[in-house]
């Protein structure tokens, strides 16, 4: 079965049997205590994702795989013009699901084969009702570290995970202990606070729920935290020790696309919504969309305080037929200030009509008369 594995191309395959997860108690209060915030399917899910034996009953053993997306890129290699933002290396390249369920789908057609077309099989890549860090460790792929995701001794943690339910009676792996030890470089490295503890995660305050799965408005206190993320964050990833060993992805389709590593934001504020399909089709950006992904580009473009900028805000403020997207611009304008952006901020308050997006531009004015206000106040001081 793990030789099948490997034929398709996974770099990591571990056998469990399909039981509860072994840290069902764990998922049960995380819930409770509201850490999934807006993902809703994973309530809704619970009961299924808690005891799959239930919905697949015919399932017998769990195939999990990994498959390497890792690409020896850093902020420090990406270009030096422009306002620069922050895309997470897994959605650099193509779809990782349809990757994943193409290999696990071939998976499938060559145990079938060997076995007999009578098997009964069912793949699912993070789209379905499974706790796939569980299965995985439980098939001793890797442990779940401090930071939440899945790690190899030897490879890391830069991997997209996926599971093969078989109806086959198999042999399976043991689990890996945890080596995190003593380490919390992850914790210490959230810029947002988000490892509220050792392996707990509160999504609410994370940098790839606040870019990926909220919808709506990005809370004010928690924007100036995002830095330069526009799509996802990789920090707890990139402080692992783990991972200084961790190899190139072998997959060419997870390298990156023309401009999906460290992009230049300001361009970003004029895609249209069919350019915007055009540029990021098949990728996981999509997610997204274009209201959400514009929405991060205004919260980066304001935490990096560039004058530059002021104009392509200006005309997203004005212009954008997004109100998610003009209070976000507006937003940006009150962080960077100056008089340009402060008479900006005061016409577009006269010509807008949506009350959300309003009070984005009185609480943007009022910033930006208390910076002007500093301001001259360190001005007076300098002149005595």
């Given at each position: 079965m793990k030789d099948l594995a490997?034929?398709?191309?996974?770099?990591?395959?571990?056998?469990?049997?399909?039981?509860?997860?072994?840290?069902?108690?764990?998922?049960?209060?995380?819930l409770r205590q509201g850490f999934a915030g807006e993902m809703a399917y994973l309530e809704r899910g619970a009961k299924k994702r808690l005891h799959p034996g239930d919905f697949l009953p015919w399932a017998k053993s769990i195939?999990?795989?990994?498959?390497?997306?890792?690409?020896?890129?850093?902020r420090e290699d990406g270009p030096k013009d422009g306002q620069r933002g922050w895309i997470s290396r897994y959605a650099w390249g193509d779809d990782y699901h349809e990757i994943l369920e193409a290999r696990l789908a071939e998976l499938l057609a060559k145990i079938r084969a060997e076995m007999g077309e009578s098997v009964e099989g069912r793949a699912y890549v993070d789209t379905g009702p499974v706790l796939e860090r569980e299965f995985s460790s439980l098939a001793g792929v890797g442990w779940i570290g401090k930071?939440?995701?899945?790690?190899?001794?030897?490879?890391?943690?830069?991997?997209?995970l996926g599971e093969l339910f078989l109806s086959l009676e198999l042999e399976s792996d043991r689990s890996i202990r945890d080596r995190c030890g003593e380490c919390d470089l992850c914790i210490?490295?959230?810029p947002t606070g988000a490892l509220v503890g050792p392996y707990l995660l509160d999504s609410r305050r994370c940098i790839s729920y606040l870019t990926i799965e909220i919808k709506?408005?990005?809370?004010?206190?928690?924007?100036?935290?995002?830095?330069?993320?526009?799509?996802?964050?990789?920090?707890c990833q990139d402080v692992c020790p783990y991972n200084k060993k961790a190899k190139?992805?072998?997959?060419?389709?997870?390298?990156p696309r023309e401009g999906h590593y460290s992009p230049d934001l300001i361009p970003l504020l004029s895609l249209t919504d069919e350019e915007f399909r055009h540029r990021f089709k098949k990728s996981p950006i999509r997610r997204a969309k274009r209201r959400g992904l514009l929405r991060n580009v205004a919260v980066a473009l304001g935490n990096?305080?560039?004058?530059?900028?002021?104009?392509?805000?200006?005309r997203a403020l004005g212009e954008d037929p997004e109100p998610l997207v003009r209070g976000h611009a507006a937003w940006a304008l009150g962080q960077i200030g100056g008089k340009a952006a402060h008479e900006e901020l005061e016409r577009?308050?006269?010509?807008?009509?949506?009350?959300?997006?309003?009070?984005?531009i009185r609480l943007a004015l009022d910033l930006s008369n208390q910076l002007s206000a500093v301001s001259g106040k360190q001005g007076e001081i300098s002149s005595q």
């Open positions: 490997r034929q398709v191309g996974f770099d990591l395959v571990g056998i469990s049997p399909v039981v509860p997860p072994p840290h069902s108690a764990s998922f049960s209060e995380w195939v999990s795989v990994a498959l390497n997306y890792y690409v020896p890129l850093h930071n939440t995701t899945l790690i190899h001794p030897r490879r890391g943690s830069w991997f997209f210490q490295a959230c709506g408005s990005m809370p004010r206190e928690m924007r100036p935290l995002t830095g330069d993320h526009i799509f996802g964050c990789d920090i190139p992805a072998s997959e060419e389709g997870f390298w990096l305080r560039s004058e530059e900028a002021v104009p392509a805000l200006t577009a308050l006269a010509n807008e009509r949506d009350a959300e997006v309003q009070e984005e």
